[in-house]
């Protein structure tokens, strides 16, 4: 197999101190980005309508009680997103019938674009302890759960559908005393716990058809606890209420709330920690404002599997080759990972667009000052073609980490309990009397 490196790579200090004098780029990043939303907001409120049109338009049609395994999907097309502008949604270009004669890759990549991503924790934030929330993330299918004109919908991260089926959130079910207007839907953003067969809500992204897109986590998790119990839906089953929802506790992420989420019993099995930054708005795609972190004490999952369920040699990674051979990440923008020889491409047979896998091979991933320089990759093959996206690049940053230098638990604990020291200690600045 023939190996390929790639350089000029994005600044990563693998062995930080958690005090170091220079910002990384996940930190640097995560400062624009607070500082795009306070710069401008996009046109939430057609955002979320045009979302829940999409997600239903379906069911309107077919009326199936049942799930549906692969329907056609509805798709509305978004602008270009690039690095200094925020999203905007062009939903003048496609009306629902048309939309819905769209499906495949194109779709799927559409409704997966709708969820915000954590990146993985490759460093620890600034003021972990002052602006973050942490919660255990529960094992499960992620998905949007929509309810409107009487029905409920969720469909799962590749825009198939997971469930039809009645719910005791806002017009969620055909109900006598259902006075909901038409116009009036919810959507909540999940992870579908197989076991007890419970949504836990994790976030709220419209509520009667408030939209919450521009408000702040910390606005949004006041509203979700404050919402939901309201309603009934985290009551028992019922015939008007398939699925039962539960809410995930939130803590501050202080040293009480880390070592609670972390060993604390919970209702469900945990895979790993979520983190808010408390000023976050809900923006869809992949955003270093909540971050995802997870070791074997938290998860079963931590080293990721091959096709067959076991942990390969090897870490493998999942790149998209581009027009001019280029692979890259699914960030926006991409993280360039190497390069295919052209003759190489037409041999194989490879087209532009697909996700094919690499191993991390001995030369592994290089870093110079903190920076990665190189990355030593050999081409594996294809991807599975049920994938729509490729590896981001914090998660292969997150991958090599925890085969060769992990970020552990006691130095999230060690961040914070640093960071309440400082707080209280006495300034040096000399007040006025």
């Known amino acids: 197999m023939k190996k390929y490196i790639s350089k000029k790579m994005a600044p990563h200090d693998l062995r930080r101190p958690f005090k170091r004098p220079t910002i990384s780029d996940q930190q640097r990043r995560r400062e624009l980005t607070l500082l795009r939303q306070n710069q401008s907001r996009r046109d939430a409120q057609n955002h979320a309508r045009f979302l829940a049109s ?27 997103q690039d690095d200094s502008k925020p999203e905007t949604v062009q939903h003048g270009e496609l009306d629902v019938l048309q939309a819905s004669k769209l499906g495949g890759a194109e779709a799927r990549k559409w409704f997966a674009k709708q969820l915000m991503l954590p990146e993985w924790m490759i460093d ?35 825009g198939s559908i997971l469930h ?11 109900t006598k005393d259902n006075s909901g207007s038409a116009l009036s839907y919810s959507i909540l953003d999940c992870i579908f716990h197989e076991s007890d ?28 606890n404050s919402k939901l119990a309201e309603t009934g839906a985290c009551d028992s089953p019922s015939h008007y209420h398939k699925y039962r929802f539960s809410l995930v506790p939130v803590y501050n ?78 960030d926006d923008p991409p993280v360039v990972f190497g390069c295919l020889d052209s003759d190489f491409i037409v041999k194989s047979g490879l087209r532009s667009g697909n996700l094919l896998r690499f191993a991390v091979s ?6 110079v000052d903190g920076k990665l320089e190189k990355a030593d990759i050999q081409y594996l093959g294809k991807s599975n073609r049920a994938r729509a996206f490729a590896d981001s690049y914090s998660k292969v940053i997150f991958q090599y980490m925890v085969r060769h230098s992990p970020l552990r638990f006691e130095d999230l604990l060690a961040t914070v309990s640093s960071s309440t020291t400082e707080a209280n200690e006495p300034s040096d600045v000399d007040m006025p009397g």
């Open 253 to 330: 992420c202080e040293e009480t709330g880390l070592l609670t989420v972390y060993r604390g019993a919970t209702p469900y099995v945990k895979d790993g920690l979520l983190f808010y930054n408390k000023h976050a708005h809900y923006q869809t795609g992949n955003t270093p404002l909540t971050l995802a972190w997870k070791d074997e004490n938290c998860s079963q999952y931590v080293i990721d599997t091959d096709s067959n369920g076991q942990i390969p040699s090897q870490q493998q990674v999942v790149l998209e080759l581009q027009d001019d051979g280029k692979l890259i990440t699914s």
């Open 54 to 80: 999409s997600v239903l338009a379906l069911h309107d049609q077919s009326q199936s009680p049942e799930p549906i395994s692969e329907p056609p999907i509805v798709e509305l097309e978004l602008a270009t």
């Open 197 to 224: 067969q419970t949504y836990y809500v994790i976030d709220m992204v419209c509520w009667r058809g408030y939209t919450l897109y521009d408000c702040t986590a910390e606005f949004r998790f006041f509203w979700l």
């Open 362 to 367: 001995d030369g592994g991933l290089s870093f």
């Open 164 to 174: 039809y089926f009645p719910s005791a959130l806002p017009n969620g079910a055909r």
């Open 124 to 158: 620890v934030p600034d003021r972990f302890n002052q602006d973050w929330y942490v919660f255990s993330r529960p094992a499960g299918k992620r998905c949007f759960v929509v309810s409107s004109n009487g029905t409920t919908v969720s469909r799962l991260r590749n």
